[in-house]
């Protein structure tokens, strides 16, 4: 079983930046697509970014611009680097690696993202 943490929430101001981070306690990213989903209280989950196992990147059309998804390899991290930061975006931010030719797909437990006007 592979467990996924998420790091970086926490209260962040309007136009200001918070920066995500999820690491995997086996290294799976590199045959991964990863995202980011977050879900905001009485909504549901959707999907914010991700990233293949290639580098390809996407982005919900509500982030595009201030929102980076990114793969360190030498720390074996995902990272969300969260720029111009809106009360929208105010959610618990999840981390998910799906191995689609394994069919196995791992959840983060979730972290808090508050952004205050």
């Known amino acids: 079983q592979v467990q996924l943490v998420e790091s970086g929430g926490g209260l962040g101001q309007a136009g200001g930046s918070l920066r995500l981070s999820c690491a995997a306690s086996?290294?799976?990213?590199?045959?991964?697509?990863v995202g980011w989903f977050r879900q905001a209280p009485g909504k549901q989950r959707e999907i914010v970014a991700s990233i293949t196992s290639d580098g390809r990147t996407n982005y919900a059309d509500s982030v595009k611009g201030r929102f980076t998804i990114s793969r360190d390899s030498a720390k074996d991290t995902v990272n969300l680097q969260m720029n111009s930061l809106k009360p929208e975006d105010t959610a618990v931010y999840y981390c998910?690696?799906?191995?689609?030719?394994?069919?196995?797909?791992?959840w983060g437990q979730g972290t808090q993202v508050t952004v205050s006007s």
């Open positions: 998910n690696a799906n191995i689609s030719f394994m069919g196995r797909d791992y």
């Open positions: 086996r290294s799976i990213f590199s045959v991964s697509t």
